[in-house]
C-alpha cells in the first residue's frame, strides 16, 4: 500500500523540478553580442564592441557620448576619405 502512494508521489516529485536555463546576472548582450552591463557598445567604425573611456584614450578623442557616438558612426565621407590614403 505504501508503494502504491509513495511511488506516484516520487514520480511527480521528479518531473516537477524545472530544468530550464536562467540568464546569469549582468549577461545580457545587445544586438551585436556586446555585453552593455560591462560598458561595452558597438562602434561601427571599428567593427567591434568597445569600452568608450578605452576608444577615447585610444583614438585621442574627447570621453564624452557626443564625441563617442560621432566617432563610431560612418558617414560616406568616411569612407571616401579611408579610400584615398
Known amino acids: 500500500m505504501r ?35 560591462a560598458g561595452y557598445q558597438w562602434c561601427d567604425r571599428t567593427q567591434t564592441c568597445e569600452r568608450s573611456w578605452e576608444l577615447a584614450d ?4 574627447e570621453h564624452s557620448a557626443a564625441e563617442i557616438k560621432a566617432y563610431c558612426e560612418i558617414i560616406d565621407s568616411d569612407l571616401l576619405s579611408d579610400d584615398d590614403q
Open 3 to 37: 508503494i502504491t502512494i509513495l511511488t506516484p508521489l516520487l514520480l511527480l516529485s521528479m518531473t516537477a523540478c524545472s530544468s530550464t536555463q536562467q540568464e546569469p546576472v549582468g549577461g545580457g548582450r545587445d544586438a551585436h553580442g556586446c555585453l552593455p552591463a
Open 58 to 61: 585610444a583614438a585621442n578623442i
